[in-house]
């Protein structure tokens, strides 16, 4: 009987041991999401699915798709392409003259929201200067109280307040919606250099809007994760559209 | 006999299980730095980023 006993223990601990390493081997790629569900389509348009619109011959900034007037102010207009594409032909001095809405915090209904995503984009005004990439990226972290070694909710929070998870949390989706207003910027760019032509660039930055939005208001991780993903499918294409261009 | 086995069995299948979350929790996510081409959005790093809160 003591045989049987020591033979089922051993055996026991083998298991045991193997399990462990198998775990320590497995998945260095990031923690397995523990929610399933499928990530609604996006309704508002464009959808990320939809071409950059490539069927310009030679990009240039004056195809208007609305011809707003110049006392036109461009955040009473209702349709969010319009409202772009109307900001977008006018002069950074024009410009000044209306008041600052981005379409992230036009979307928020209550005030204080409002005003707090108003308050995050103007402290994050200094982070254009710096050189895109690391530098970017970093001062985007310093600016939202973010360390630069990001870790772990888990691992950050650890012995710290019960809301420290949370705001964790809403930092770093506060850093990946920067990083669509990144490409947003980019884009824009390109259609001040003439790369891209209004309707290009009106149907890009609508698009980044609007997966800013849908971002903020999914609830789960495949819903954000898809957003993501979606995006980095839609920037691919605007950047083979725009190498192509520039190889002709 | 047999409950002192099972005790044993439960006791190890505990420990196991324990150890292995302990390890899934140790592990970090290693965000690359960001490439500062006119080109890289470095949207990969948001997944990753994702992945540290969710």
New interface residues.
């Given amino acids: ?1 003591k045989k049987i ?1 020591s033979t ?2 051993t055996s ?2 083998i ?2 041991f193997s ?2 390493v198998f ?2 081997g497995s ?2 790629g ?2 397995p ?3 399933n569900t499928p990530a609604p389509k996006q309704e508002p348009a464009p959808t990320p699915k939809q071409e950059p619109a490539p069927k310009q011959t030679a990009p240039t900034k004056s195809a208007p798709i609305s011809t707003p007037k110049p006392e036109k102010v461009c955040n009473d207009i209702e349709n969010i392409k319009e409202r772009i594409g109307c900001r977008l032909e006018k002069s950074e001095e024009e410009l000044k003259k209306e008041p600052y809405m981005p379409e992230e915090c036009r979307a928020i209904a209550d005030d204080s929201g409002k005003q707090n995503c108003i308050d995050r984009y103007l402290s994050l005004k200094p982070c254009w200067s710096a ?7 970093a001062c985007v972290k310093a600016k939202l109280g973010l360390p630069q070694k ?6 950050l929070c650890e012995n710290k307040e019960a809301n420290c ?1 949370e705001d ?2 809403q930092k ?2 506060h ?2 919606t920067f ?1 669509f207003y ?2 947003e910027e ?1 884009v824009e760019k390109w259609y001040e250099e003439g790369k891209l032509n209004l309707e290009v660039t009106t149907d890009f930055v609508a698009f980044i809007a609007t997966s800013k939005i849908i971002f903020n208001s999914a609830r789960s ?1 495949n819903e ?2 898809e957003v ?2 979606e ?2 499918s839609r ?1 691919n294409q605007t ?1 083979e559209f ?2 192509s261009a520039k190889s002709k | 006999m047999k409950k002192f086995l099972a005790i044993i069995i439960v006791v190890l299948s505990l420990t196991a299980c324990t150890s292995q979350i302990d390890i899934e929790d140790s592990k970090d996510i290693e965000i690359p730095e960001d490439n500062s081409g006119e080109y890289d959005l470095n949207l990969e790093n948001a997944i990753l980023e994702l992945d540290l809160v969710e």
């Fill in positions: 009987m006993l089922t223990i026991l601990l298991l045991v399990t462990s775990a320590v998945g260095s990031g923690v999401s523990d929610d050189t895109q990439g690391k530098d970017r990226i990001l870790q772990t909710a888990k691992k998870i964790y949390r770093i989706y850093l990946i990083r990144d490409a980019r991780k954000r994760l993501i993903k995006v980095i920037w950047v725009v190498k």
